[in-house]
């Protein structure tokens, strides 16, 4: 098990298009940044801040997201994420993000991931089709 501490911190960004809106996505009717986007861009930054630091074999997967969704983003303004590693407890990793376009705050969640072995998760899956 890797020794993960609190503090880590890893933003990324992007620039919204027209195939990340609520309209694209069926979770809206309107061409602004979709919920569902944010939460991937969310979620990209936790997995960012983890990046080379989990031992070979090991990779975290989603389990939750509580997330908040403050301001509508339009097509072509970039969306910042940033996550930050609040608290470690085994193999559940906790993390404070938050989210912003050029303008203002447009996002807020806490996320859980959870540290597994991606043979046996894959294997896991993998035996659902079979």
């Known amino acids: 098990m890797p020794i993960l501490e609190p503090g880590l911190v890893a933003e990324i960004e ?14 809206g009717l309107v061409p602004v940044y979709a919920t ?21 074999g090991q990779t975290t997967v989603g389990g939750r997201i509580d997330v908040r969704h403050l301001a509508a983003t339009p097509v072509g303004m970039r969306v910042r994420a940033r996550a930050e590693l609040v608290e470690v407890q ?8 938050q989210a912003w376009d050029e303008t203002e705050l447009v996002g807020e969640a806490v996320h859980e991931r959870f540290i597994v072995d991606e043979g046996k ?3 896991k899956v993998n035996s659902k089709v079979r």
């Open 121 to 123: 998760f894959m294997g």
């Open 36 to 56: 569902p986007a944010l939460v991937g861009l969310m979620e990209g930054a936790a997995v960012r801040a983890l990046d080379g630091l989990l031992p070979e």
């Open 14 to 27: 992007t620039t919204a298009t027209q195939a990340d809106t609520a309209s694209a996505y069926g979770s």
């Open 90 to 97: 085994g193999r559940r990793l906790v993390f404070a993000i």
